[in-house]
């Protein structure tokens, strides 16, 4: 292992001191490095130059966000009024009125079902498409990464604490998997809510600053002494990983694309301060970068209770507490400002935006006046790159049990995704990906 550069940098709470770089061979960076450093471009078929994954870890509750009952029983429907949308005919809860007021830009799911009723089956099948195997597939990310290749910054980054997880485990397939490798996992960036940005598996080594990284020489010795650690078997790709390396640590286009602290205050304060907000901020920054496939999770953990964890949408109990006074407002805001940014910069035509979890919540109220786990319905949210915003897709019956229209599972979103990608079913079939995934055609 080998740490590289040390540096300070502002941010809207002072000087602090940012992460930036740690080579090492068993790392996914590393990995990263070695693949095959094509350069990055957009297919002309695809309709998507860059994919935002928002990734709901935990499960919000169907009917008290995008898919109100309010015709439903007591015991079903739910303290929370309904109110209508821009789009004529279509109602959210009173949790969402700035994502209400944006509705025409994007699109809702209502129809979704999954195979797996916990946290992390269900969250690899929302990762990759397939159940929990031996044989790990790719995530998506992963899929759109490998077909798109990359340039300064990896193809593929995850935004969050770190890869999503319950307390015993976390989410398989989250990455490469067995098919493409570790080349293809994601960076993982944490954003946290005062808009500092750290890099777990980047570090620095002190006495190294920016100045010092311009000197050529210097920086490749300090790769040569990485070079000598590694296993005589991954020598013969370390040239190309000095040239990444060297790439990325010398990038301003990089750096900059990763400090938060450029944004104006009032960009900042417009999504939020909170973790997810200040992410979601990052994913426009790392969209202008023209990353091919940003993850953003609104948490590491998915319960919303439990001690030492970041509050995921779990809401076991006291979720008619915790959507009012937490995490409808936070996404409220940090979402539509998202959308708000994308649209006025002129990016959200070619940026695939998908909002959803890996299930919804029990339809009836549970004895302790919440929701528990529900694969049997829930839904989506999509905007930008090539959907047809406006509309909703699917729909569950009257008390949000079931689909009553055509069921939409967590492939069909990967195969959408890579479609909308320009991964095309004479492409998906060449790198042996998303094998029986359907299109959901009603968002072309």
């Keep these: 292992m080998i740490e590289i550069g040390e540096f300070r940098s502002r941010t809207c709470g002072g000087t602090t001191r940012r992460s930036f770089l740690r080579a090492g061979a068993a790392l996914p960076f590393a990995a990263q490095l070695a693949s095959e450093g094509r350069v990055l471009a957009a297919p002309s078929n695809a309709k998507a130059k860059s994919v935002v994954f928002v990734w709901l870890w935990g499960a919000p509750s169907h009917l008290d966000t995008f898919d109100p009952k309010p015709e439903a029983p007591d015991a079903y429907r739910g303290p929370f009024a309904n109110i209508a949308t821009r789009t004529p005919g279509v109602h959210f809860t009173e949790l969402l009125p700035r994502t209400a007021a944006r509705s025409h830009l994007f699109s809702v799911v209502r129809s979704h079902v999954t195979h797996d009723g916990a946290h992390p089956g269900a969250g690899t099948i929302g990762f990759c498409g397939y159940k929990e195997s031996q044989k790990k597939p790719p995530s998506f990310g992963a899929i759109v990464a490998r077909h798109r290749g990359s340039s300064v910054l990896p193809p593929y980054i995850m935004l969050g604490r770190g890869v999503p997880r319950d307390i015993q485990r976390t989410v398989s397939s989250h990455g490469g998997g067995d098919l493409l490798g570790r080349a293809y996992d994601p960076l993982l960036v944490n954003c946290k809510d005062d808009s500092t940005v750290e890099i777990p598996s980047l570090k620095l080594m002190k006495g190294f600053t920016p100045q010092r990284l311009a000197d050529r020489r ?161 839904f989506s949210l999509w905007a930008g790159g090539g959907v047809r915003a406006g509309q909703v897709v699917g729909a569950s019956d009257s008390k949000g049990e079931h689909p009553i229209t055509r069921p939409y599972d967590p492939l069909a979103v990967g195969t959408t995704i890579a479609e909308l990608a320009g991964i095309n079913s004479v492409v998906r079939n060449e790198m042996n990906v998303l094998s029986g995934g359907e299109v959901i055609h009603e968002l072309l």
């Design 218 to 378: 210097e920086l490749i010795s300090q790769l040569d002494g990485l070079k000598r650690r590694l296993p005589e078997e991954q020598f013969d790709e370390w040239d190309l990983q000095q040239q990444q390396a060297y790439r990325m640590l010398t990038s301003t286009e990089s750096v900059n694309a990763l400090d938060l602290s450029r944004e104006k205050l009032a960009a900042r304060e417009a999504y939020g301060h909170t973790a997810f907000g200040q992410s979601l901020l990052l994913a426009r920054r790392l969209v202008e970068a023209e990353v091919p496939y940003v993850h953003v999770n609104w948490s590491e953990y998915v319960e919303a209770c439990t001690p030492n964890t970041d509050f995921g949408w779990d809401t076991h109990i006291y979720n008619f507490d915790m959507l009012p006074n937490r995490h409808c407002p936070i996404f409220d805001r940090a979402f539509s400002a998202f959308l708000d940014d994308l649209h006025n910069r002129g990016l959200l035509n070619q940026t695939l935006v998908v909002a959803m979890g890996e299930f919804g919540r029990t339809p009836k109220i549970n004895k302790r006046a919440a929701r528990d786990h529900w694969p049997q319905c829930y």
